[in-house]
């Protein structure tokens, strides 16, 4: 059984569209998160969010959401995509506590034409 | 302000070769460390963690000792093999800011036969 799922593996779009990617966790995790790396492969966390809290990196822009269902899940919608979107998405989760690992989802592809 | 800093890649490497991948962060606080691999094509998945200064976290070969006079927290390993081609990545997390991580900027480790 995959711990943390992500769907689609491969997205490509245009630009302007909106478009979601949907992440589950059977792993029993309260706390999510989205990360954004780009083609050099760096890795930027753009949120963290329990049942609780939402916490945004602040520059992260606001045609990204993410909307959670459930402690399962949390997905990702993106407004208007730009060409600059384009980059692998990587949902993750987590136990709350200090020093808990974040386990990983395989990524999402993302291609803006 | 909140970062991490690692040496930038390509590390290659004949096999049975020792490996160090160096990692400084900077202090504000008491953060927990991780480092995180990731093999082509797929996500990231932890290879060891430390969370408070001393402590040495080890795993299939890899160790990394958490040092706090030196804010670093340096990936190494004895003997590496082929199979240890892939990015690292060292990370930090503040319990108080929802466990998010922030990563370096990976370190691609090539090893060859």
């Known amino acids: 059984d995959t711990a943390v799922s992500q769907t689609p593996k491969y997205l490509v779009t245009q630009m302007g569209n909106d478009k979601s990617i949907k992440c589950e966790q059977n792993?029993?995790?309260?706390?999510m998160y989205w990360y954004k790396q780009d083609s050099k492969k760096f890795l930027k966390i753009m949120f963290s969010y329990n049942n609780k809290e939402l916490i945004i990196n602040e520059t992260v822009p606001n045609r990204f959401s993410p909307k959670s269902p459930d402690k399962a899940h949390l997905n990702l919608h993106i407004n208007s995509l730009e060409l600059g979107d384009s980059a692998v998405y990587f949902c993750?989760?987590?136990?709350?506590?200090?020093?808990?690992?974040?386990?990983f989802g395989q990524g999402t592809r993302l291609t803006v034409v | 302000g909140n970062s991490v800093t690692q040496m930038e890649g390509p590390v290659t490497l004949s096999e049975e070769a020792f490996l160090t991948i160096n990692c400084t962060y900077t202090?504000?606080?008491?953060?927990?460390l991780f480092w995180y691999v990731q093999y082509p094509g797929e996500g990231l998945q932890l290879l060891l963690k430390a969370t408070k200064a001393d402590d040495k976290g080890s795993n299939k070969g890899f160790e990394a000792t958490y040092r706090k006079e030196t804010t670093s927290f340096h990936l190494e390993k004895g003997s590496v093999q082929v199979s240890d081609s892939a990015v690292y990545f060292c990370a930090r997390a503040y319990n108080n800011a929802g466990n998010m991580l922030t990563f370096g900027g990976g370190t691609r480790l090539m090893v060859k036969p």
């Open positions: 993750a989760s987590s136990r709350t506590g200090s020093g808990t690992e974040a386990f």
């Open positions: 202090a504000t606080g008491y953060p927990s």
């Open positions: 792993l029993g995790h309260d706390t």
